[in-house]
């Protein structure tokens, strides 16, 4: 009963193109005649090879489908980039994009260091590339957070690696919109196994982190995983 329950919840097609164009629009207000303009070109290149083929029939029903596809195409692909742009600056908004993460991969919802007065925060990730520590904020005031975060994975195991990466647009840090891609991309160190082990060690430590005040929710901005994965 519960798993049928689930299964109701769980929003339609059109549901989610509709959340996937409103959120885009507020990132781009043109959206609707972009979307148009793709579905007019889909049509167009099906009337116009028919009419050169003479084959109508064929390349008409098959404009038809360019003319909803190509639409598609480009919704999914502004969808996550209007995604990403509207969660930047937005405390907490790296464990939207680690939440996205397939495989081994290990992640939590709360930080494990925090700094509360300047929001700056280090979120733990845990695959086979060993233990990544993504910190969120200026590299000058989170490099030390993330040094302390570093410290208590050392602490659990010395020969586990460790990876730390810095979110942002300053030097020597990955901007929002490429981390996923950089923290999939990293070379495997561990097996399944060990990633399993690791995270009970590390949650049987306890989290160091100071308090996070209430509100905090890097997902108030009303933009959904499931559009991050351009579903």
């Not at 959206?31 to 148009?36: K, P, R, T």
């Not at 590390?202 to 100071?210: I, K, Q, S, V």
């Amino acid at each position: 009963m519960a798993k049928q329950k689930q299964q109701q919840k769980r929003p339609g097609f059109f549901a989610t193109l509709r959340d996937a164009y409103k959120i885009s629009r507020r990132t781009y207000p043109a959206l609707g005649w972009w979307l148009a303009g793709v579905g007019v070109l889909g049509l167009a290149i099906g009337v116009v090879v028919g009419a050169i083929t003479k084959a109508w029939v064929a390349w008409i029903i098959l404009g038809v489908l360019l003319a909803l596809t190509f639409p598609m195409l480009l919704l999914t692909r502004l969808v996550r980039n209007a995604s990403y742009a509207q969660l930047k600056g937005v405390p907490g908004a790296t464990t939207a994009v680690l939440g996205n993460l397939r495989g081994a991969w290990i992640t939590q919802d709360e930080p494990v260091r925090v700094n509360a007065r300047h929001q700056d925060m280090v979120f733990r990730a845990i695959g086979k590339p060993g233990v990544v520590l993504v910190a969120e904020g200026p590299k000058s005031r989170t490099a030390k957070l993330a040094r302390d975060a570093e410290r208590d994975v050392h602490h659990v195991s010395r020969e586990v690696p460790v990876t730390i990466l810095f979110v942002g647009d300053g030097e020597g840090q990955v901007p929002l919109s490429k981390l996923e891609r950089t923290v999939k991309r990293l070379p495997s160190k561990i097996s399944r196994a060990e990633v399993s082990a690791l995270d009970m060690r590390l949650r049987a430590l306890g989290n160091n982190a100071l308090s996070i005040p209430k509100g905090i929710d890097p997902l108030n901005t009303k933009v959904s995983r499931r559009a991050l994965r351009g579903n």
